[in-house]
């Protein structure tokens, strides 16, 4: 089914097998054909393509042909039956609608194992508009093994294949395409200021360029130069949405607050850590059970009361209730909003955790310890109905059910509306030393009381790599599962991976998040999801110690926290900054560095709220695999009980505001300089431009002193100078960043040429402005108008606009209105990019 970065689009079509044929491929080796990827028969050393060339670099491809036209989902690489050193490593995959055009949708790597590899393509643009594809090229980049052959082995496509869907989406691309290009036209007719064309277009072809208010934006700054006027235009363009984008994505703080509530007695949890918490948002309810609390396991059941900020005890002891946990540390707890039920499972209780950390010990076992039975009990909790208040045990054992075995430190999702628990992961607890064993996958269902297992040892397609202490959340609107980070043997991992729940495929996200700028590898970390936002928010635990460091692993002080943003793929990782701390009743109010603490999400008041942990860990920590998550060897004992709320502070719309005036005010202190008295440009700098300047901003302060430079030389021809100039330019629609050259900028005419003039239009036809220009002083050295060619003509949009600016001023206003765009939403401003990036000069078009 649909994938988890579709955005929305339509998910009740399947993603079914696509036949293809080889269209074409570069050279091959010996027998090694294309065709051979067609087989599907790992045993067989020849049912490969190999490249010809050994050499690096030498470009190498395969294209595909589609018997029809699809809605390409993923690409499938099987391989052979063991490693080898010709299995292709690096590639990149290109899709289009004809061999000429093909586009990059992916560039990854393989493992050089015998597992199938499944990866997610690309299918829909930034616009969040699908694409069909009929052709596939896969261009290998390297092999595994140092000067061999490339090899490629079966290859499998998968998407949607059905008829009326694929014309939808074909029909659909090519109006945005027509749309997209149109509007790049009147966008470079803009910036050369041929309105009268400009407005013609636009008349016939009913185009709108932009959103009306930043229309109105361009006019006002640009052709008019009424500076107050746009900052003014500026505040109407955030009351009607138009910054919710640039908000939105923008670098968030954490704005922690300390929670101090008890229940009516005055009690509070204690101290602990390995305990399980779950949220029912619509009654704002935070459920917490159990955990360890440095000495032993506990089994106390709590509730706290969002809207009360209050503790209610539910149970000193549940294992004195009817059919209720007994003690445990190290278990998951997860809220059914469908029905009011919360569904436990998993335990490291007292006698697992002796017998776990005796494990490395040469100490005798317990009498009648070899005889223990290892049961895996899975509770119910009703928090609604007639059986409010009560438990009942599901399972005495999930293994007798089809379920996973006694596990702990795994994770559980639930999918409220298909009334559908999921369990990845954990540890194994069997009374066996070694090896370690890791819990598979498994789904319950609700209404049958059915366990699956999702991910059986046989099976032939690709499976996510078992792990513990990771993290697992449910993304409802695409029916999808993340599951990431964690450990396995002794490495900490950092990849991430998405399972549709409908097709039961599973997908590689990321393979190593730390490389791209994500979080570093971790264990015990724990992570919430906000899927109103499309957000997911992690705060570290464990990591692997620095360089240097005599231990393995190491807390970090600063609590690193992340948000990963999934609206397109592969999704986005963004650090979460430290709040300003503040000491209050001798308490800083940002919490302490842990792990095995507990998260929730409350999507009602935007709040994560986070309880407990261990805040110490021994500087040397001699191995974790052994250990459970609330316990480390050297373990300190530093239990919290603390409690408390993180929101996420971005942007505020004042601060778009003033770097945006900042842009706008340098502009006209430019004109100023050249324009008025320098003493009346200085005072305005000093006054005006000074008091929206962040001058705590190194970059800012910097840039409002080379300001100066402009009040010296007055008639310095230098690209205007804006806050954000050169750090996050447009670049061209295909996503790539291309600094602006000057120099070697493609044009259609000389840039000092300008004309409003149509083919065939007589001077009666033009509306005239004979206003004399702003810049009276220009530059003897500028290039002169091509005499009897083109025309400067400038035509305004209105006609009580003020006399005409010089085209060098023009310019300079156009690149300022330009660097403002970067705070208006992608759908409401012009497309990015300029129209000669996308003329072939050498072809013609």
């Known amino acids: 089914m649909a994938s988890v970065?579709?955005?929305?689009?339509?998910?009740?079509?399947?993603?079914?097998?696509?036949?293809?044929?080889?269209?074409?491929?570069?050279?091959?080796?010996?027998?090694?054909?294309?065709?051979?990827?067609?087989?599907?028969?790992?045993?067989?050393?020849?049912?490969?393509?190999?490249?010809?060339?050994?050499?690096?670099?030498?470009?190498?491809?395969?294209?595909?042909?589609?018997?029809?036209?699809?809605?390409?989902?993923?690409?499938?690489?099987?391989?052979?039956?063991?490693?080898?050193?010709?299995?292709?490593?690096?590639?990149r995959i290109l899709v289009g609608t004809s061999e000429d055009s093909l586009t990059e949708v992916l560039q990854s790597a393989l493992r050089n194992d015998s597992t199938p590899e499944t990866f997610p393509l690309r299918h829909v643009n930034q616009a969040g508009v699908l694409f069909p594809t009929r052709y596939v090229q896969i261009v290998p980049l390297s092999a595994h093994g140092q000067s061999f052959h490339i090899s490629i082995w079966h290859v499998a496509l998968s998407g949607i294949a059905d008829e009326e869907y694929v014309e939808h989406v074909r029909s659909r691309y090519e109006e945005h395409q027509e749309d997209i290009t149109m509007k790049r036209i009147l966008k470079h007719l803009r910036q050369r200021r041929l309105l009268t064309p400009l407005k013609f277009i636009q008349d016939r072809c009913k185009v709108q360029l932009e959103h009306p208010l930043v229309s109105q934006l361009f006019e006002t700054l640009v052709l008019r130069g009424q500076f107050a006027e746009s900052e003014q235009c500026l505040r109407v363009c955030f009351d009607n949405g138009l910054f919710d984008s640039f908000i939105k994505s923008s670098q968030p703080r954490a704005d922690w607050k300390r929670i101090t509530a008890v229940d009516a007695d005055g009690d509070y949890p204690m101290k602990r850590g390995g305990h399980a918490m779950c949220i029912d948002s619509e009654k704002g309810f935070i459920y917490l059970h159990g955990g360890w609390d440095g000495t032993k396991n506990l089994d106390d059941y709590w509730v706290y009361d969002i809207a009360k900020n209050q503790w209610k005890l539910l149970s000193q002891h549940t294992s004195q209730d009817k059919n209720g946990p007994g003690p445990r540390a190290c278990h998951k707890m997860v809220f059914d909003q469908k029905t009011g039920c919360i569904y436990l499972l998993g335990k490291l209780g007292d006698e697992e955790g002796s017998r776990l950390l005796s494990e490395n010990t040469s100490e005798p076992k317990p009498p009648g310890a070899g005889e223990q039975q290892f049961c895996s009990e899975f509770y119910r909790y009703r928090t609604r109905g007639i059986d409010h208040g009560n438990w009942e045990l599901l399972n005495f054992d999930t293994v007798a059910s089809g379920g996973p075995p006694l596990l702990f430190d795994h994770q559980l999702a639930i999918d409220s509306e298909s009334q559908i628990i999921y369990v990845f992961g954990g540890r194994v607890v069997d009374g066996e030393k070694s090896p370690i064993k890791y819990s598979g996958f498994y789904s319950y269902n609700i209404p049958t009381s059915k366990w699956k297992n999702l991910q059986p040892d046989s099976a032939a397609s690709q499976t996510i790599p078992l792990r513990f202490g990771h993290s697992m959340l449910f993304e409802p609107s695409s029916k999808s599962i993340f599951i990431f980070a964690g450990q396995r043997e002794d490495k900490?991992?950092?990849?991430?991976?998405?399972?549709?729940?409908?097709?039961?495929?599973?997908?590689?996200?990321?393979?190593?998040?730390?490389?791209?700028?994500?979080?570093?590898?971790?264990?015990?970390?724990?992570?919430?999801?906000?899927?109103?936002?499309?957000?997911?928010?992690?705060?570290?635990?464990?990591?692997?110690?620095?360089?240097?460091?005599?231990?393995?692993?190491?807390?970090?002080?600063?609590?690193?926290?992340?948000?990963?943003?999934?609206?397109?793929?592969?999704?986005?990782?963004?650090?979460?900054?430290?709040?300003?701390?503040?000491?209050?009743?001798?308490?800083?109010?940002?919490?302490?560095?842990?792990?095995?603490?507990?998260?929730?999400?409350?999507?009602?008041?935007?709040?994560?709220?986070?309880?407990?942990?261990?805040?110490?860990?021994?500087?040397?920590?001699?191995?974790?695999?052994?250990?459970?998550?609330?316990?480390?060897?050297?373990?300190?004992?530093?239990?919290?009980?603390?409690?408390?709320?993180?929101?996420?502070?971005?942007?505020?719309?004042?601060?778009?505001?003033?770097?945006?005036?900042?842009?706008?005010?340098?502009?006209?202190?430019?004109?100023?300089?050249?324009?008025?008295?320098?003493?009346?440009?200085?005072?305005?700098?000093?006054?005006?431009?000074?008091?929206?300047?962040?001058?705590?901003?190194?970059?800012?302060?910097?840039?409002?002193?080379?300001?100066?430079?402009?009040?010296?030389?007055?008639?310095?021809?230098?690209?205007?100078?804006?806050?954000?100039?050169?750090?996050?330019?447009?670049?061209?629609?295909?996503?790539?960043?291309?600094?602006?050259?000057?120099?070697?900028?493609?044009?259609?005419?000389?840039?000092?040429?300008?004309?409003?003039?149509?083919?065939?239009?007589?001077?009666?036809?033009?509306?005239?402005?004979?206003?004399?220009?702003?810049?009276?002083?220009?530059?003897?050295?500028?290039?002169?108008?091509?005499?009897?060619?083109?025309?400067?003509?400038?035509?305004?949009?209105?006609?009580?606009?003020?006399?005409?600016?010089?085209?060098?001023?023009?310019?300079?206003?156009?690149?300022?209105?330009?660097?403002?765009?970067?705070?208006?939403?992608?759908?409401?401003?012009?497309?990015?990019?300029?129209?000669?990036?996308?003329?072939?000069?050498?072809?013609?078009?």
């Open 5 to 91: 970065f579709d955005n929305g689009l339509r998910r009740s079509i399947a993603s079914v097998p696509l036949k293809y044929s080889i269209a074409a491929a570069s050279e091959h080796s010996g027998v090694y054909v294309a065709s051979n990827i067609l087989r599907d028969e790992p045993a067989d050393s020849t049912s490969r393509w190999s490249g010809a060339s050994q050499i690096p670099h030498v470009k190498q491809w395969v294209t595909l042909r589609l018997d029809d036209p699809a809605v390409l989902r993923s690409i499938t690489f099987g391989k052979f039956n063991k490693p080898h050193p010709c299995n292709m490593k690096d590639f």
């Open 492 to 845: 900490y991992l950092a990849d991430m991976w998405v399972y549709d729940t409908q097709s039961g495929t599973a997908s590689e996200a990321w393979s190593d998040f730390s490389s791209s700028g994500g979080p570093d590898a971790c264990f015990t970390q724990r992570s919430v999801i906000n899927t109103e936002a499309k957000e997911v928010y992690m705060i570290c635990g464990l990591t692997r110690a620095r360089a240097g460091s005599s231990a393995k692993t190491e807390l970090r002080l600063d609590i690193p926290k992340w948000v990963y943003r999934y609206e397109s793929y592969p999704g986005k990782w963004m650090r979460i900054l430290p709040g300003v701390s503040t000491v209050e009743d001798g308490h800083v109010e940002e919490p302490q560095a842990r792990y095995a603490h507990q998260l929730v999400y409350d999507r009602k008041t935007g709040q994560v709220f986070m309880h407990g942990g261990n805040g110490g860990v021994s500087s040397e920590i001699s191995s974790q695999q052994s250990k459970p998550e609330g316990e480390a060897e050297g373990d300190d004992g530093t239990r919290l009980d603390d409690f408390w709320s993180m929101g996420l502070e971005r942007i505020s719309p004042e601060e778009i505001i003033r770097r945006a005036s900042f842009m706008i005010r340098t502009q006209k202190f430019r004109e100023m300089c050249e324009d008025q008295p320098a003493v009346r440009a200085l005072s305005f700098l000093q006054t005006e431009v000074s008091s929206v300047v962040d001058h705590g901003s190194t970059d800012e302060a910097a840039l409002f002193r080379s300001l100066l430079a402009h009040l010296l030389n007055p008639n310095t021809r230098s690209r205007p100078i804006t806050p954000g100039s050169g750090m996050r330019r447009q670049g061209r629609g295909d996503g790539q960043n291309h600094q602006h050259n000057e120099g070697s900028r493609k044009r259609s005419r000389s840039e000092d040429d300008w004309t409003n003039r149509l083919s065939g239009e007589s001077d009666e036809d033009v509306d005239m402005n004979n206003g004399t220009s702003e810049d009276s002083s220009l530059n003897p050295n500028d290039p002169p108008s091509a005499s009897g060619t083109v025309v400067f003509v400038p035509t305004p949009t209105s006609t009580d606009l003020p006399p005409a600016p010089s085209p060098i001023r023009f310019r300079q206003r156009v690149e300022a209105f330009e660097a403002l765009l970067e705070f208006i939403n992608e759908n409401a401003k012009e497309p990015s990019g300029n129209l000669l990036d996308y003329i072939d000069v050498i072809g013609g078009i």
